[in-house]
């Protein structure tokens, strides 16, 4: 049974910054598509960022670009993302993602980011 555990969300003042956390198991960490998603209260789930098994390649949606950084380690089964110069458009509650395939496909319970402005 595949499990992911976020961690690392809490309140912080606009500017400031936070890491989150994400530790997987019953899952082939190092071939899978690891991402962030977050969903702000009324909105949809939105992608934030991902990165290959290799951790070369990565991607970010525009608005975090420069300010996020997704990065893994395959040998704890962990992915982070570091938050930097948070603003309160950032709040929502932040979701660690495993896409291993089409139909296996996994998602955490999320962390709560909340920015004060």
């Known amino acids: 049974q595949v499990h992911l555990v976020e961690s690392g969300g809490g309140l912080v003042q606009a500017g400031g910054s936070l890491r989150l956390s994400c530790t997987g198991s019953g899952l082939t960490f190092r071939r899978a598509v690891m991402g962030w998603f977050r969903q702000a209260p009324g909105k949809e789930r939105e992608f934030v960022a991902n990165?290959?098994?290799?951790?070369?390649?990565?991607n970010y949606v525009d608005s975090v670009k420069g300010r996020f950084t997704i990065s893994r380690d395959n040998a704890k089964n962990m992915v982070y993302l570091q938050m930097n110069n948070l603003k309160p458009e950032d709040t929502a509650l932040y979701y660690c993602?495993?896409?291993?395939?089409?139909?296996?496909?996994?998602w955490g319970q999320g962390t709560q980011v909340t920015v004060s402005s």
């Open positions: 990165l290959q098994w290799s951790g070369g390649n990565t």
């Open positions: 993602n495993a896409k291993e395939s089409i139909v296996r496909n996994y």
